[in-house]
């Protein structure tokens, strides 16, 4: 298939041209680098299955012949408010990204008569007073919240996909993705294991956020994007968690990362800053990518974890 990735410089979108191109597809990368990297598509670049327009997806898009699927993946992710790349900081462009991106990438699809698979989030599910989360759960949300400008892009850009499903019969699909990591994460993200895996990589002490006590699932990227292409050859349109279903706490999380990685600098506990409104907790029920995708994640933490290290010492200078 001839795929359009957008968001394609960034984390989860340069696993995926990885994926797509390894698999004998061609692929058309889009991003506008403001919070992707160009280093993460760069060996890429002499690949004749590989063309790349730098594009923001808030402006029209017009990609010349025939598209087989788009793939909308450009949106800011990070949730730290201290990051310049993070959404806290970039509300307007996050919520143009969720909002006219996925206008505009959905009218690409239409027009090629191509699958569309969204990106989108178990933040939409807010701070959820169900756990673990179901597809069906609608979620507990502050719309007007700091955290508003990511999440409820998010909603809008499924509302959207399924209005275009509905009315105009295009192929849509929307995975719901949970805590990922691996490689070409950013080192300043703002989530946990960066942050974890940078100080315990630097044998520094583990900074946990209040008592550690809120939870996590972390999926393996390698994992993740093997679900997601399950999805897009699918015929479900509705939206499908995906994600390692193995909830854990903050604190036990660093106390793994601390033993896997040796690190002796122990854990600090500081407040939490609750002005954020981040979940306090975040497991997904995976039951309908199970059913319906045969997919579950294969990785344990600590083999994902030990496939990630070495990209974080060499981000880091350490080797």
Known sequence: ?????????????SHLCDRLLADGHQVIGMDNFITGSPNNIAHHASNENF??????????????GKV???MHFASPASPNPESPVGYFNLPIQTMKAGALGTHNTLGVAKANDARYLLASTSEIYGDPLVHPQTEDYPGNVDPAGTRAVYDEAKRFAESLT???HRTHKVNT???RIFNTYGSRMDLEDGRALPNFLK????GQPLTVFGDGGQTRSFCYVDDLI????????SDEHEPVNIGNPHEMTILQFAEAINEITGNIGGIVFKPNDRSTRDPQRRQPDITRARTILGWEPKYSLEEGIKKTIPYFKRKLGLE
């Not at 100080?199 to 630097?202: E, G, K, N, P």
């Not at 093997?226 to 050859?233: F, Q, T």
């Open 51 to 64: 063309t790349f327009y730098k594009h923001d997806v808030s402006n029209y898009i017009f990609i010349p």
């Open 226 to 233: 093997e679900g997601i292409i399950r999805l897009l050859d």
């Open 199 to 202: 100080q315990a990589l630097l």
């Open 1 to 13: 298939m001839r795929i359009l990735i957008t968001g394609a410089a960034g984390f989860l979108g």
């Open 68 to 70: 087989d699927a788009v």
């Open 162 to 164: 399924m209005a275009y």
């Open 173 to 175: 699909h929307i995975v």
